[in-house]
């Protein structure tokens, strides 16, 4: 593994950022004086995620599988016009992008939180507020990305000619004892400056002016004076690579933000399944605790029956029915009321107005059969996972930096070239001729006597080259354990899955056989109740199980590096 990516990480970041940057500037000149717009950001963003992904496609690697046809989706159905109607796919899309997917027929319906009149007193008169749909936190890591890439661009910027001017323009008119002082005086200065390929410097200046006195229309003045400057050092601080470190180093932090875009994209649709499937699991609860309850109330009115017309059942059956219609009201109260909260908590990560209403499609994730071979999973992680890229290349980062603190213990040999050329005073611009100029040129040398700083700078960079190298390490292990704990998981959620499908058939026929034997007068109430309650938890624990499952089999997806997700933040099953 380690080898490939520093070949990666190389050759993509000059010359094709360079020709991007270039692009940007010459389509638009705006941006060279104002800085980048928020289109030229997002057009920047769309070429390095590009290269980011195109980099993820030539390293990918896949682990050996059977394939295994992925089933299709079921339509949508329109609801109620005040209710929104989620599938997955749908809730993904919505959480990500603030929007449904092309297609669905309640795109209409969506509306993000409403403004609070605080917002409104802050904003002092501006434009009102985009309110829109969607996780806030997503938006505010897909809004940081963008301030990376303005970032990038000012980087960038420092290596191209700077040019700056100042004009000024000055009236007086005084007077003391004697006539008014009238006078006048302009000035005019620019310049332009260069980094050069090697870590020097050049400089091109030009200043002029004129002063009149308009009491004294003899009495005028003007100047004009051309400067110029080169400095280049020769030992410290010398080197293609070093000059161009910031830039360099730009372009890396900026790759690095997106491979972890990437990577948090990954983490936030899982996320956005778990919440999903929780609540699809929490109504599932309620309904078999409505059901529970029904039982429960059927139960007393036959335990009150059979005493008051027969009196088979004695005064403690009737009130362990009682205490039994009791406890599953209480417990279809709380799981309604667990589920509620959940649903308000959900409209809130969806950045969604309360008001509006959601239905979720019940769907409960199909079981998808893992048939990975661990080893071939183990490495296809080492090769794929972007966080290993990352802490890798922050490695050569590292290395990098220690060397160029070496080259900082050399001693200072600069050279310098300084030129002139002007006419400090005429009368009028007509009589400017550039009469005068010089030219200087010199080393320098200086050799300091204390390097306690110096010293004490490498020192840093050895510590900080250590501490990444095993950092490095540790990471590596820590995605060996992940992917080994991640089968394990998934061989655990798979029996139990398999048991407790045999438990609910199991459970299923003790609670009809209870049900009876009780009509039958054979065994108490108690019995039924808790053939009851175990035929609910045994539907409730599938049920969670399940979704487990499909996390589980998503998140090791993520583990290896081979989940993919498309643009709306869904996932895509090959």
């Not at 059979?306 to 279809?332: F, N, P």
């Not at 034997?517 to 969670?544: P, T, Y």
Request: aromatic share 6%; charged share 25%.
């Amino acid at each position: 593994m380690p080898g490939k990516p520093v070949v990666l990480a190389a050759g993509m970041a000059l010359p094709a950022v360079a020709a991007a940057c270039c692009a940007l500037m010459g389509g638009c000149v705006s941006d060279l004086l104002f800085g980048c717009s928020e289109e030229g950001a997002a057009e920047r963003l769309k070429e390095l995620r590009s290269e980011v992904s195109s980099e993820i496609a030539r390293k990918s690697e896949k682990p050996s599988k059977t394939p295994a046809p992925a089933p299709a989706a079921a339509p949508l159905k329109a609801g109620a016009p005040d209710v929104l109607n989620l599938d997955i796919r749908n809730t993904i899309s919505l959480a990500a992008t603030g929007k449904l997917l092309p297609g669905h027929p309640q795109a209409a319906l969506v509306r993000g939180s409403p403004e609070s009149d605080r917002a409104k007193d802050l904003r002092d008169g501006g434009e009102p507020a985009r309110i829109t749909a969607g996780n806030r936190a997503f938006l505010a890591r897909v809004e940081s990305l963008l301030n990376s890439v303005y970032s990038l661009v000012s980087t960038e910027h420092e290596w191209d000619p700077q040019i700056s001017g100042t004009l000024s323009y000055l009236y007086s008119n005084s007077r003391t004892t004697g006539p008014h002082a009238d006078s006048s005086s302009g000035s005019l200065g620019a310049s332009l400056s260069q980094k050069l390929p090697f870590g020097g410097s050049a400089s091109l200046g030009l200043s002029t002016g004129q002063s009149q006195n308009h009491m004294d229309k003899k009495n005028r003045g003007a100047n004009l004076g051309i400067t110029g400057s080169v400095s280049q050092p020769l030992l410290k601080g010398f080197g293609f690579d070093q000059a161009r470190e910031s830039i360099f180093q730009a372009r890396r932090n900026m790759i690095y933000s997106i491979r972890s875009f990437e990577q948090y994209r990954q983490d936030f649709a899982i996320d956005v399944m778990r919440r999903y499937y929780e609540l699809i699991r929490q109504r599932q609860v309620v309904k078999n605790n409505k059901r529970a309850h029904e039982q429960s109330v059927f139960l007393l009115n036959q335990t009150k029956a059979l005493y008051e017309k027969l009196g088979e059942k004695t005064t403690i059956d009737v009130l362990r029915a009682e205490l039994s219609e009791q406890q599953a009201r209480d417990s279809l109260d709380e799981a309604q009321r667990a589920y509620e909260e959940t649903m308000d908590s959900f409209k809130i990560f969806l950045g969604l107005d309360p008001s509006i209403g959601i239905e979720i499609k019940d769907e409960t994730p199909a079981f998808r059969e893992v048939d990975f071979d661990p080893v071939s999973c183990e490495k296809a992680a080492l090769n794929n996972r972007l966080d290993l890229l990352n802490s890798f290349q922050a490695l050569e980062d590292a290395s990098r930096s220690l060397k160029y603190s070496r080259q900082n213990l050399l001693p200072s040999l600069d050279f310098a070239l300084n030129f002139n050329f002007g006419h400090p005073s005429a009368e009028d611009y007509d009589e400017i001729r550039l009469r005068t100029h010089g030219l200087s040129a010199g080393l320098t040398l200086e050799i300091p006597f204390d390097r306690v700083s110096a010293n004490n700078a490498l020192r840093a960079q050895v510590t900080a080259f250590e501490q990444s190298l095993r950092s490095f390490n540790q990471e590596l292990d820590s995605v060996k354990r992940q992917v080994g704990n991640d089968f394990r998981n998934l061989r655990r959620l798979k029996r139990s899955i398999w048991n407790q499908g045999r438990q609910i058939e199991i459970t299923r026929r003790k609670e009809r056989k209870a049900l009876l034997d009780f009509k039958e007068g054979q065994i108490s109430n108690r019995d039924l109740v808790e053939a009851q309650e175990e035929l609910r938890d045994a539907e409730n624990g599938l049920i969670e199980t399940q979704v487990n499952y499909e996390i589980a089999r998503v998140q090791l997806l993520r583990d290896i590096g081979i989940l993919k997700i498309n643009d709306s933040c869904n996932i895509i099953e090959e």
